[in-house]
Structure formats: structure tokens, C-alpha cells
């Protein structure tokens, strides 16, 4: 049975069809497809068979109605919610805590002594700036491109310096002006886009959104902080990059070359309380001293 990873990739996305949904009609888990894609392993007979077999078979109608929502059809059927459904939820001793130290954490933020100052890029609506916050530190401006998100960090944040929005489009002359204005910075924080990492998405090498990391290191290099911090889906450490490279690789050489050390660890948010299964990847570099 001679399919490849790179074969079934390039026809599953000629015919429309998402890693995951190509997932549901085979019976084949989905971090077992996206190995196999990424050429990181081999898949039995068995399993080739049904994929070469439901290929073969499947047409561009039944992509399109596999495409659809599952919930299309989904109508108000009168149920009447009960007031009091909350006490049927099953509430864990972790979320318990978790919520007791969110209130704690937030009614103490502002008498904290402040830790440093911090600088946002990919900020979003403000989650990463409102850990650091509860943590002590100063935060003090943020970057954000959707207009949506800025406009909700402005409301969570709304003394916070509003630093621009396509990171792309930045000169060195504005992050000179950030400088200057700001003074020394002790941390940046940040999350570059994900979805080109994500199993919800593509994972395609050529994804131009894999690279803004090197944008976010470009405002690293000029404001040289202590430390930088990055977070990113779990599965940004599997990922390769055109060159076959892995992303990661890349991300710890470029980081080294401006003298930072770097390490990294994976976490899941169920295991602090969230109830949620949330999987990332912290990256830390500190100034190499």
C-alpha cells in the first residue's frame, strides 16, 4: 500500500477535507493523522487500506454535506431551565480553589509591591497581562491587531498604553519610541497566533503566521528585557517548518543568537482548576548573564 503522509495531506486538502474530519470517517485518531502527514510516523496496513479505500470513494457532495454543521437543524424544544441547575453541577475541590484564588489574586492587584515592568504583544483581550498583574508586575503597553480584542483589553486595561496593532508593519523607530517613552522593560509577554500549529487548523509549514515569532524577537533584540515569555498550542513542538525543520529548533537558535537562554514546558489548565482541557506550550527565555 504505497500512500504517504505528504500524498494523503495533499489530497485530503484537494478534495476540502479537515485532518479532523477525515479523522471521523476513518476511526483514525487525530494526532495519529497528523503524525503520519508530518512524516514523524508510519501507520499499519490496516489503516492505510481505509484511507486509501474512503479517498478513493468519497466525492466533492459528500464533502460538502460532511461539511456542514452538525447543529443546523437545532431548534428551541421548551425545555424550561431550572434555577437552581447549579447546584447539580459536580463543583471539584481544584475549581474550588481555582476560583478562591482568582478573587484573592484580584482584590489584591492593586496593593501588590510592583515586580518590574512588562510589555504585551499578540496581547488579545489581556489574559497573559492580567496573571502578570495578579503577579505584581507593572504592565505597560500592549500590541493587539483585531480590533475587537483592543477594544476589550482598552476596557480591562484602560491605563495601559496602547502600542499599535500589525506587529509586521513595525520600524525599528517605533520601538525606539517605546523606549523612550517607557524606559527599561523587565519582561515581554506574548502569544503568536496558534492555528497554524493547531490540529483545528492545517498545519501547514507554509502558514505565514508560523513565523511572527521572529517579529516578536525582533521587539525582544531591541528593548533586550530579562526575560521573555511565549505561549503557544502544545503541538507548535511537533511542527516543521518549510525547510523541515522543527519550528521549535528555530525558535531556540534565533533566541540563543541574541543571548538568551531558553527551555521550555507543556501544561494543561485542567491541572490548575480550569475546567477545561487546555493544552500549551511555555516558552521562557532569560538574558544570559
Sequence with gaps: MNLTGVALRQKREEIGLSQARLSELSNIPQHILSSFELEKSTINQHSLSTLVNLLEEISSAKIKVSRKKRYQTHSFNGFVRDADRTELATITPENRNYVSLINSLERNRSTLPKSGKVISLFSGCGGFSLGFSWAGFEVMGFLELEEAYRAIYRENFPT????????????????????????????????????????????????????????????????????????????????????????????????????????????????????QHRERVILWQREMT
Aim: aromatic share 8%; net charge negative.
Design 160 to 275: 495601559v498604553y496602547e502600542l499599535g496593532d500589525d506587529i509586521r508593519k513595525l520600524e525599528m523607530e517605533d520601538i525606539q519610541v517605546w523606549k523612550a517613552g517607557l524606559g527599561d522593560v523587565d519582561v515581554i509577554i506574548g502569544g503568536p497566533p496558534c492555528q497554524g500549529f493547531s490540529l483545528s487548523g492545517k498545519r501547514n509549514a507554509t502558514d505565514q503566521r508560523n513565523s511572527l515569532f521572529r517579529h516578536y524577537l525582533r521587539v525582544v533584540r531591541e528593548l533586550n528585557p530579562k526575560v521573555a515569555i511565549m505561549e503557544n498550542v502544545r503541538l507548535l513542538t511537533s511542527m516543521k517548518g518549510p525547510d523541515g525543520k522543527l519550528v521549535l529548533d528555530h525558535i531556540y537558535e534565533d533566541f540563543q543568537e541574541s543571548g538568551y537562554q531558553v527551555k521550555h514546558f507543556e501544561i494543561n489548565a485542567k491541572d490548575y482548576g480550569v475546567p
